[in-house]
């Protein structure tokens, strides 16, 4: 099982105070890069994993979606999803993505944003996800970068020439990484890219877009902290087809 910790309520405290999540999709800084890459959503049934607090889904049906089931391991979450929904066309439901099953062939486009750097089992999650599609079908997501996700101890240093370094820790050791973000002990999973996009290929996906996210000049003019992704990149998205 997944840990639940955006139950706790130091840590969603921390992350209701976000941009994301106070300004919903426009607070994300690499949304527009998500939304160049998305099809065309007009009638299609959408499988939104580690949905938050609905964001996407309200979104997705806004722009057309037939339909749209967000799952979400957090009560919290779920229940802010719930009281900002008053569309019947979106179902939200508490479910461990380790653990998740999907009806075969029930969805056109799945999408997830910054949830499975929590799953250990991605392989599992992928195989999922592919037999819940239809053929043809886009899946659009978006993980923290393995290179923002290899520190044990995130955090910038300073080298013998006072310049900032980014430390990577034993990037090709994959798996359980521990981190205090928001809360103590929060635990991700750190799988390298290659890793990441053999297994989409494994499951049967091709793969039609990966970007390491980095900000435009306008969005470092207007928020200048975002200046450090050009240096070390924080997300990685990644757009499939089955």
């Known amino acids: 099982m997944a840990q639940n910790i955006y139950d706790k309520p130091e ?6 105070q976000l941009p994301r999540s106070v300004h919903g999709l426009d607070g994300a800084p690499e949304w527009p890069a998500i939304r160049a890459v998305l099809p065309d959503l007009k009638g299609l049934r959408v499988v939104d994993l580690g949905c938050g607090f609905g964001w996407f889904a309200r979104w997705a049906r806004e722009n057309g979606a037939a339909q749209v089931i967000g799952f979400d391991l957090s009560e919290n979450m779920i229940a802010r999803a ?6 019947p066309a979106i179902e939200y439901r508490i479910a461990d993505l380790e653990l998740l099953a999907l009806p075969e062939a ?13 799953i250990e089992d991605f392989d599992r999650m992928v195989r999922t996800i592919h037999a ?5 079908s886009r899946f659009v997501f978006t993980i923290e970068h393995p290179i923002f996700m290899a520190p044990t101890n995130p955090g910038w240093l300073t080298d013998a020439e006072g310049r900032r370094v980014w430390p990577l820790d034993r990037y090709s050791a994959e798996g359980k990484r521990v981190t ?6 929060v635990v991700k999973y750190h799988r390298t890219i290659g890793t ?9 996906f091709s793969i039609r877009h990966v970007e390491e996210w980095s900000p435009k000049a306008e969005q470092i003019a207007a928020t200048p ?11 990685l998205l990644i757009a499939a087809q089955r």
């Open 11 to 16: 840590f969603f405290a921390g992350y209701g």
């Open 82 to 87: 719930r009281k900002d929904t008053s569309d």
């Open 106 to 118: 029930s969805f056109d486009f799945a999408y997830s944003s910054l949830a499975f750097h929590y």
């Open 132 to 136: 819940g599609l239809v053929p043809g």
């Open 180 to 185: 205090d973000w928001l809360a103590k002990g």
């Open 196 to 204: 990441t996009v053999n297994a989409l290929v494994k499951a049967g």
């Open 225 to 235: 902290d975002l200046a450090e992704e050009v240096d070390r990149p924080m997300m």
